[in-house]
């Protein structure tokens, strides 16, 4: 079984949403499952997923991480952990491992590219092999909400907005991809 960790953070609950799609679409794929955490921030309040070890960075056979978009990058507490990750850069835990993205903004031009591009950079560093959502899907020419080649995302307009049709499918495409490249990259 391959273990796909679904690292988040989310003030607003909107990219928990979409960590929870793109679980679904990972686990229609036989032998992976999604491993969902967060991270401890200020904002935490109980929550039903745990919060993210050291552990689960070196027992993940990809790892895609999710964030609000803050100023056009990722939220605080997000980038305070990966900030932590020294140790496991350092004894390359993530290195040829499978890395992707995800975000949510409460406006369309909010900033979800640089915020995808931005979390990327870290993954990079790591090592990792990263993988966007290709043109293929549908929906990503279709969508009026969220949704980029680098990843999924999701507009609220300043609300607490379900996840379009277009976005979850985006979703659940690329939870699938991300999972069928893993098994393909282990066989």
């Known amino acids: 079984m391959k273990d796909i960790l679904i690292l988040y953070y989310s003030k607003n609950d909107s990219t928990?949403?979409?960590?929870?799609?793109?679980?679904?679409?990972?686990?229609?794929?036989?032998?992976?499952?999604?491993?969902?955490?967060t991270v401890k921030s200020y904002h935490y309040k109980d929550n039903d997923d745990l919060l993210v070890s050291k552990q689960d960075l070196?027992?993940?056979?990809?790892?895609?991480?999710?964030?609000?978009?803050?100023?056009?990058?990722?939220?605080?507490?997000?980038?305070?952990?990966?900030?932590?990750?020294?140790?496991?850069?350092?004894?390359?835990?993530?290195?040829?491992?499978?890395?992707?993205?995800?975000?949510?903004?409460?406006?369309?031009?909010?900033?979800?590219?640089?915020?995808?591009?931005?979390?990327?950079?870290p993954l990079l560093h790591h090592g990792m092999i990263l993988a966007g959502v290709p043109y293929s899907e549908k929906a990503l020419t279709s969508t009026t909400s969220g949704g980029t080649p680098y990843g999924p995302s999701h507009v609220s307009h300043n609300q607490k907005s379900e996840l379009s049709e277009d976005e979850k499918q985006i979703c659940l495409t690329y939870g699938k991809r991300f999972a069928n490249i893993i098994k393909n990259m282990n066989s």
């Open 16 to 37: 928990k949403r979409l960590a929870r799609v793109i679980a679904r679409g990972i686990e229609s794929v036989a032998d992976t499952s999604a491993v969902i955490r």
């Open 58 to 121: 070196k027992s993940c056979s990809g790892m895609i991480l999710g964030s609000p978009t803050h100023f056009g990058n990722m939220a605080a507490p997000l980038k305070e952990f990966l900030d932590s990750t020294t140790e496991e850069w350092l004894n390359n835990t993530l290195e040829n491992k499978l890395g992707g993205v995800f975000t949510s903004t409460s406006s369309l031009h909010g900033g979800q590219e640089t915020t995808l591009l931005s979390m990327m950079l």
